[in-house]
């Protein structure tokens, strides 16, 4: 046979035949593919999916809001990955931590502040540092939650990021770790692939990675439970913490059940809302709970599945009325703690400095400030009602702390402008229009701050023309002498030193 028959066409008989395949022979075909993707690539995905957020007054919006999936779409599950579960009660009982938060002991909102932070105008890195060393000598509390903040900004930056849902859903963005009540404990700024995060922890992604990275930072007692959203939860992190010591419980993507077979959403809508359902791995260290309220959301913990079911009350659209639901323990009690992060984000939005910087340092800077003061402030009512004593809300703390700090040693207020000296003439005729002014009307004292009056620094006394009544009590004399620093009169007589003892830390 020559050449021209080599390169010939093949007959219908030579043509090579199609294949028949089934279902199972696709499944295995996507399994062996599968199988090269790595667990972090999986966990980092793009690629997210819609799940129901089961706090109240969280409506329709994700905990994460990333996801666009449905939770009816289950991939196959990965050669190696997949676990045995029963369908069962997990009826594991958790244990308490044997911790007791010790009482700060300070009086003032200054010296809060100074336990949390120390303020130096310097780069942003020094002061990220000095902030999150503080931060980490606050006591954890037994219940912790992690979840991401956002610093405003929307200006040009490669790091900025959108997380819709947030008060300021454009921004910086912030993973933080604190207590139920809101007190920030660690905190980690995300920065693309040079985010920093531990060697060991890289291997189960960026969401249960950080959880472990910002966890490892403080010394846990044993049986502390922590809390996160679906960006953070996965299997494996529930298996690490475990060998921790330490109780997960989280809200968790379809896509990472490890073959997990839970009821479907049309089942569960059947036998009505508040139904719910429990699967526990062959290990027993681990359960997931599937609970349908409005829409179905998917829970697993090391620590509780449905335990006691509760009754909670929620809205009925088609009967314009309320309804008792059925609600699983684990759903409880992620409800109750898993909102320490946006009970710190309604603080800051509420008292956050106005800067009128576009640069995304300036706004980084004043975050730290304004979530030392924050922490400062949950700090002193935590005292204050150990004590059973009456606390300053957070805009009175503020306000202490602004007049403590621009009144310190070595601070100095400057008027704007060039100075300029006042003619005879003039001295004579400011004079006299504050005799006449004073007369018309009553002088009007504030008393300072605590910290002010007892640092014990540039308090000089000086004879004024007026007599105004003594702020020291319970002496009720008028006097002509004022405190030059703390603008208030004070008697300072030979029989009484009202000066003296005003100024006297007690």
């Known amino acids: 046979m020559d050449g021209s028959q080599n390169s010939a066409e093949p007959g219908p008989s030579q043509r090579p035949r199609r294949l028949r395949v089934n279902q199972q022979q696709i499944l295995n075909i996507f399994d062996q593919i599968d199988s090269d993707i790595s667990d972090t690539d999986l966990l980092d995905s793009d690629v997210e999916q819609e799940d129901y957020d089961p706090r109240p007054n969280a409506g329709t919006a994700a905990v994460s809001s990333r996801e666009s999936a449905s939770t009816e779409v289950r991939p196959p599950p990965r050669k190696g990955r997949t676990k ?3 369908k069962k ?8 931590t044997a911790q007791s938060l010790p009482v700060p002991g300070h009086d003032e909102p200054i010296n809060y502040f100074t336990l949390i ?3 130096v105008f310097w780069k942003v890195r020094p002061i990220i540092d000095i902030v999150q060393k503080k931060t980490q000598t606050i006591s954890p509390s037994e219940h912790l939650s992690c979840d991401e903040q956002m610093v405003p900004f929307t200006g040009n930056l490669d790091i900025k990021q959108y997380i819709r849902g947030k008060p300021c859903p454009w921004g910086i963005k912030i993973f ?9 404990l ?3 700024i995300y920065q693309g692939k040079k985010t920093n995060m531990a060697e060991e922890y890289k291997s189960f992604g960026l969401g249960a990675g950080m959880v472990l990275n910002l966890a490892g930072r403080l010394q846990l007692v044993e049986f502390t439970k922590l809390y996160f959203d679906n960006f953070f939860t996965s299997l494996a992190l529930l298996e690490r913490l475990s060998e921790m010591g330490l109780y997960g419980t989280g809200t968790i993507r379809s896509n990472r059940l490890q073959g997990a077979r839970l009821e479907t959403d049309s089942d569960m809508k059947k036998r009505g809302r508040g139904s719910f359902c429990e699967v526990v791995a062959s290990s027993g260290d681990t359960c997931l709970v599937k609970w349908m309220d409005n829409r179905s959301v998917i829970l697993a913990s090391n620590m509780i599945g449905s335990g006691a079911v509760n009754k909670v009350r929620r809205w009925c659209k088609q009967t314009k009325a309320y309804l008792q639901v059925d609600q699983p323990q684990v759903v409880s009690l992620y409800n109750q703690y898993m909102g320490g992060v946006d009970k710190m984000d309604q603080m800051l939005s509420y008292y956050r400095t106005f800067i009128r910087s576009k640069k995304w340092t300036m706004r980084l800077i004043f975050h730290m400030v304004d979530l030392s003061i924050c922490n400062s402030w949950l700090e002193y009512v935590a005292d204050r009602k150990a004590k059973a004593e009456r606390s300053m809300d957070l805009l009175s703390f503020r306000m202490e702390i602004a007049e403590a700090l621009t009144s310190a040693e070595g601070m100095t207020l400057r008027r704007r402008g060039r100075p300029r000296s006042l003619t005879s003439s003039e001295e004579d005729e400011h004079e006299n229009v504050d005799e006449s002014a004073s007369r018309k009307r009553k002088m009007k004292f504030q008393r300072p701050c605590s ?3 007892n640092d014990a620094f540039s308090h000089w006394p000086q004879k004024v023309k007026g007599q105004s009544r003594c702020k020291k009590s319970p002496c009720v004399l008028k006097t002509r002498t004022m405190c030059l620093k703390c603008n208030v009169p004070l008697c300072l007589e030979e029989d009484r030193n009202c000066f003296k003892e005003f100024h006297i830390k007690k």
């Open 89 to 96: 009660k997990f009826d594991k009982a958790y244990k308490s």
């Open 117 to 119: 932070t120390w303020i």
């Open 84 to 86: 045995v579960w029963k």
């Open 451 to 453: 910290a002010v009056k």
């Open 176 to 184: 933080v770790l604190c207590n139920a009540d809101g007190r920030v």
């Open 186 to 188: 660690s905190f980690e």
